[in-house]
């Protein structure tokens, strides 16, 4: 569906292309889908989600001062729309449950699974890490991006990035031995 408004422009910035909201919806939209996914919004609200990171990128655009790359400035939106969805109360009254119902997966279609099943593994270890070492780990470690693009997205100096990196990482793979083990992520 075309926005309404895609005359919204801006010049291509040094870190990466720019140009209208459809533009940027046609280059930016998966990134988005997995950032979101990553940090945390359950997948029955991510379309709402993923739309309101557009309201938001809609409203914001032609300000954009490109003083960092379009996807870190796009990714603090996401990160700020996640905070936002976890903040409120339908979301904090939902019960969570250890383990999600897994549905009947054919045998032919194993390694579909296994990598399924490996998705909700760390998904289940990330929603266990705070937000800042969360964005930090996900934009560096599944998103590859640079450090330095890391830091201006969560908007933090590099050392303090380096820093809640090195923690995550401790705390996936404290959580994943645990898991091993037969504990849960937490």
Not at 2 to 11: G, L, N
Not at 30 to 49: K, Y
Request: one cysteine or more; hydrophobic letters at 40%; proline letters at 5%.
């Amino acid at each position: 569906r075309e926005p309404r408004d895609s005359a919204v422009t801006v010049s291509p910035a040094a870190g990466g292309p720019a140009g209208s909201l459809k533009q940027v919806f046609d280059d930016q939209a998966p990134f988005i889908w997995r950032s979101l996914r990553h940090l945390g919004i359950r997948e029955s609200d991510l379309e709402d989600i993923f739309q309101e990171v557009f309201v938001v990128i809609h409203r914001k655009l032609a300000d954009f001062e490109q003083r960092s790359s379009l996807r870190t400035w796009i990714y603090g939106i996401c990160i700020r729309v996640a905070k936002d969805y976890r903040r409120r109360a339908y979301v904090r009254r939902e019960l969570a449950v250890a383990h999600p119902p897994v549905t009947a997966e054919p045998a032919s279609q194993e390694r579909d699974y296994l990598r399924t099943e490996a998705r909700r593994l760390m998904n289940d270890i990330l929603n266990h890490l705070d937000m800042d070492k969360r964005a930090v780990f996900v934009l560096y470690e599944i998103e590859g991006l640079p450090m330095k693009q890391v830091a201006e997205a969560v908007g933090c100096p590099l050392q303090t990035a380096y820093s809640r990196l090195h923690a995550a990482r401790r705390l996936v793979v404290e959580a994943a031995q645990r898991m091993e083990n037969g504990g849960g992520a937490a």
